[in-house]
């Protein structure tokens, strides 16, 4: 088994564990209630909750929280108190990640995570989107393979950190051109 393939192991079976000890998430140790619940007259809120989920019926919004709730774990940062930017740039591109508000101790773990995404990218490992988006994500396997033709330079912005893409290769440059376009529109980043 592979280091990434590992790794990408070791933060899903974290991840279980962490959306298990959710409140809502197990079973319930109440004992007392023995009337059945007949889901034909819920709420679709009611189901929602009972399902831990929130007051949306849409699977894509279901998808999108569950999305930023691995964010949030892979961050460490509320993915909703942040603004994503993925910018295709004529030599790469950029992401940046900023708190929306001052919040001094998020600002200093965006900028921890965005400097170990830098060293992961630069080494070819891509896991950590690849656990957020719970896909593999499009152009990263020509980025792994690329990885010695692109550049990855961290630097602080004013609420987090960015990291700048760079190549002169056109093979990489498409791909990193392609991971960035699918990052916004699964961050809904709008950028």
Sequence with gaps: M???????????????????????????????????????????????????????????????????????????????ASAHRFDVLPDGGRIALEMKGGDSLAV????????????????????TPEFVHARAMPGTDIMSRNKALIRYTYADLPRGGEVRITTTDPESLAAIREFLTAQRGDHRAGH
């Design 2 to 80: 592979s280091i990434c393939h590992a790794k990408a192991t070791l933060v899903s079976l974290l991840a279980l564990s962490v959306l298990c000890a959710t409140p809502g998430m197990a079973q319930s140790t109440d004992t007392t209630s023995s009337i059945p619940v007949d889901p034909s007259a819920m709420t679709p809120a009611q189901h929602a909750a009972m399902h831990g989920g929130h007051n949306s019926t849409s699977t894509a919004d279901t998808s999108f929280a569950a999305l930023q709730a691995r964010g949030k774990m892979a961050m460490g940062v509320d993915q909703y």
């Design 108 to 127: 200093a773990q965006i900028r921890a995570h965005m400097k170990l995404i830098e060293h992961a990218f630069q080494a070819g490992d891509f896991s």
